[in-house]
DNA sequence: ATACATACTGATAATATATACACATACGGT
DNA sequence: ACCGTATGTGTATATATTATCAGTATGTAT
């Protein structure tokens, strides 16, 4: 897609601006008397130059029919269809496969140190002492990036698990947060095991759960 | 505000719909199309029902000028200042107070079985083993109506706290869960104490707390 | 030198849309 | 019995809006 250039992207700005303030797409007369055309076809114009960018889409024969693309909408909360929840994962199925979606929540960011991809919903009380319930969704940062004492979530045999990270070498350690549960050890040299992410978040019902 | 028909929750549904799949409002021709109206003014009366009530907001003389209003607003999220996250609360205080709002985080609210009407962080580990750590955020849903072994929000002595609820006639106990605290007593005959909510749900920024 | 995108003015036709008016039925409350 | 609200049908019209045609001017790539 090739560059917008300044007074397309006042217009994509005004286009915005109109549907955050009145709900509505503003149509070309509005486009040429915010912008003092006194043409309402430069306004026309300018929206063909857009759609033939892929910034927006023209619905044909629509009074305000025009869309705003994915990439040029505003506030990605505002608009993202929020963050899939997944439930059970099936063997051999990468995390994120639709079917694994059971909901998607929209839910700010900037609540979470680091920016979450999905939730997660967590089985079994492993990490109880960690604060991580039966049933509690947790918010997942996707990376392989991880440091020690980490929480993370972990792929091994086809079992995804939450666990606290800990490695020495080519030895890695997940470790519950609960006495009643052991360690499970992994030689990094024989099994293999893919890190999904790491955990930034808990988000409990409380009612729901208990 | 009056309570919408289910004909009049249909039209609302619709214009959510609309908004959500072509980034437009409906015309009145589209919502009679759908609804199978043989006439637009069926359509139109519904709107202006909808206005009275305060669904709606009709921008006179504008195509497709229909707003929404907040509360029927999708994701309430869009539009939401958020919820307010209360710190610390002074003595004598409301607890909603604006001094005490640190911050607004919008959360889809149908995570929580009951609406959450603001977050409040939670100070010490008493509730360590309801997995509610130091830090942590917890959903509080105000109301007065409630049950024992619930987790609520009270005041007691101009102290904010959040203890499992147990109630048995005049005598009120508020349990922590932590072994290392004792649980307070309360007779009801002397002292007061108030009740600000039930909690609903956690919400925990897991690296930032730790 | 010529083609092509940008960035407009100005006018007009076609149609999409809002809105008013007349009328009908059904239902709940007074 | 009467009124107001909900839920429609049907017709008509003013106007809001899209869409097209005919131009002008400027810059940039070929």
Redesign the interface.
């Known amino acids: 897609m090739r560059e917008l250039t300044p007074r397309q992207r006042e217009i994509v700005l005004l286009i915005q601006e109109a549907?955050r303030n009145?709900?509505?797409?503003p149509?070309r007369a509005e486009i040429a008397g915010a912008l003092k055309f006194r043409s309402v076809n430069a306004a026309e114009q300018h929206l063909r130059a857009l759609e033939r960018k892929g910034a927006i889409e023209l619905?044909r024969g629509?009074?305000?029919?025009?869309?705003?693309k994915d990439a040029f909408r505003e506030g990605s909360?505002?608009t993202m269809p929020?963050l899939p929840l997944v439930g059970r994962v099936a063997a051999g199925e990468p995390i994120l496969a639709e079917e694994h979606i059971e909901a998607r929540?929209?839910?700010?960011l900037?609540?979470?140190?680091?920016p979450p991809h999905f939730l997660l919903r967590v089985h079994g009380m492993s990490m109880?002492d960690a604060?991580?319930?039966d049933g509690?969704?947790?918010?997942v940062h996707r990376t392989s990036e991880i440091r020690n004492r980490?929480?993370i979530v972990a792929r091994l045999e086809d079992e995804v698990t939450v666990k606290r990270y800990r490695q020495e070498g080519h030895r890695v350690w997940l470790m519950p947060a609960n006495a009643e549960f052991d360690p499970i050890e992994i030689d990094l040299r024989e099994q293999q095991f893919t890190i999904e992410g790491?955990?930034?978040?808990?988000?409990?019902?409380?009612?729901?759960s208990r």
């Open positions: 549907i009145n709900g509505i797409p149509t619905l629509t009074s305000r029919g025009i869309r705003l909360l505002r929020g929540h929209r839910i700010d900037d609540l979470f140190e680091a109880k604060g991580i319930l509690d969704l947790v918010a980490q929480i790491v955990v930034v978040g808990v988000v409990r019902d409380s009612m729901r």
